[in-house]
T-cell receptor
Framework: GESVGLHLPTLSVQEGDNSIINCAYS??????FIWYKQESGKGPQFIIDIRSNMDKRQGQRVTVLLNKTVKHLSLQIAATQPGDSAVYFC????????????FGSGTRLLVRP | KAGVTQTPRYLIKTRGQQVTLSCSPI?????VSWYQQTPGQGLQFLFE???????NKGNFPGRFSGRQFSNSRSEMNVSTLELGDSALYLC??????????????FGPGTRLLVL
């Protein structure tokens, strides 16, 4: 399959610290990227997106950075809270007429109280 | 607006049976996509529908099928269930489809267990 999910890395952070979740995407032609948060028993929830003509975008407590040169995406969460504990996925869209998202394998974020 | 809804939320079937899952998109969204999520393979694209037409299909066997109705609601069907079909099936909707700048919004999923 296109989405590799054999290994789910885990990031453990102290409450109040900043978190950085990384993602390497697969297609240099991808022109739109989305970060999703998935809590246990729920579907993925949209967090923030970025187009390929940008290298940074900020939301409330979250920032996404895009480095097209090395095909790398990161999600920064400021002042991490217990409610941020979840699995985070990056997704890429090829910008073609495939009408699908290609998902990364995900990172589990654990917030220590 | 109400979010994407999926029914049923949980389902237990036995091998060889068939199952139908339902998805109601966000009001006004005409594109519905289906994804399968398993611990081993992650999130994988099944198919996408827009205005009752399938525009793309992922790498799944023909036992997986779907359709979309004129009100944009969608169903997916899996026939002759196998143990490996146990997964969380996620439906996502967007106004026109997963293209540049258009986000897909996901439902809570249907958890299917095949025994």
């Amino acid at each position: 399959g296109e989405s590799v999910g054999l290994h789910l890395p885990t990031l453990s952070v102290q409450e109040g610290d900043n978190s950085i979740i990384n993602c390497a995407y697969s297609n240099s032609a991808s022109d739109y990227f989305i970060w999703y948060k998935q809590e246990s028993g729920k579907g993925p929830q949209f967090i923030i997106d970025i187009r390929s003509n940008m290298d940074k975008r900020q939301g409330q407590r979250v920032t996404v950075l895009l480095n097209k040169t090395v095909k790398h995406l990161s999600l920064q969460i400021a002042a991490t809270q217990p409610g941020d504990s979840a699995v985070y996925f990056c997704a890429e869209n090829l910008g073609d007429s495939s009408y699908k998202l290609i998902f990364g394998s995900g990172t589990r974020l654990l917030v220590r109280p | 607006k109400a979010g994407v809804t999926q029914t049923p939320r949980y389902l237990i079937k036995t091998r060889g049976q068939q199952v139908t899952l339902s998805c109601s998109p966000i009001s006004g969204h005409r594109s519905v996509s289906w994804y399968q999520q398993t611990p081993g393979q992650g999130l994988q694209f099944l198919f996408e529908y827009f205005s009752e037409t399938q525009r793309n299909k992922g790498n799944f066997p023909g036992r997986f099928s779907g359709r979309q109705f004129s009100n944009s609601r969608s169903e997916m069907n899996v026939s002759t269930l196998e143990l490996g079909d146990s997964a969380l099936y996620l439906c996502a909707s967007s106004p026109r489809g997963a293209t540049t700048g258009e986000t897909q919004y996901f439902g809570p999923g249907t958890r299917l267990l095949v025994l």
